[in-house]
């Protein structure tokens, strides 16, 4: 099952999307499927069908994000994090052959189109999880387990 909390920045892009698909693409796409309706035949009209499966697309969406956005717990900044790997935190990682990792702890909702974050329910998330700098980080991989040391923690504060 997933975490249900979501950072400030996830809760608003997720409401903008809403907003984008109920009030501009929507009505838009509405308007095709009533035009291509009026044309006559349905089975034979690709502007009918395509739009059609369009809009049950968008309904499906808009059920989605309504239903998420009205469950899930946004999860603030708090001073008393600083220093600490918590969620929204900013996480850069190495290991002892110098590579290095960079990435932000977020709700699953909020990693898709966003290449350095990463869910809270990940087993790299988990294991960084209340972690503070030069502590070491054991994540386990398909391969056996890999050690990781925290290099530097960083919060992104709202205004």
Same mark, same amino acid.
């Given at each position: 099952?997933? @975490? ?5 920045? +996830? ?22 499927? @009533? ?7 349905? %089975?034979?009209?690709? #502007?009918?069908? *395509? ?13 989605? !994000?309504?239903?998420? !956005? ?6 603030? *900044? ?38 350095? *974050?990463? %869910?809270?329910? %990940? ?10 700098? #030069? #502590?070491?980080?054991?994540?386990? @991989?398909?391969? +056996? ?8 923690? %960083? *919060?992104?504060?709202?205004?």
């Amino acid at each position: 099952m997933k @975490t249900q909390l979501i950072t400030q920045q +996830g809760f608003k892009k997720l409401q903008a999307e809403l907003d984008e698909l109920w009030r501009k693409e929507r009505p838009a796409v509405t308007k095709i499927v @009533t035009w291509a309706a009026s044309l006559g035949d349905r %089975s034979e009209n690709a #502007d009918y069908q *395509y739009n059609k499966r369009r809009l049950r697309e968008i309904d499906r969406r808009v059920r989605f !994000l309504r239903k998420t !956005l009205e469950q899930i717990t946004i999860v603030k *900044y708090q001073p008393q994090q600083e220093g600490k790997v918590f969620f929204g935190a900013w996480v850069a990682l190495e290991d002892i052959d110098g590579k290095t990792l960079k990435f932000r702890i977020v709700g699953p909702e909020e990693i898709y189109g966003e290449k350095d *974050y990463i %869910s809270i329910d %990940s087993p790299m998330a988990r294991a960084c999880i209340g972690k503070q700098v #030069d #502590d070491e980080v054991i994540v386990p @991989t398909p391969t +056996g387990k890999k050690a990781w040391y925290v290099t530097d923690i %960083s *919060y992104e504060k709202e205004a």
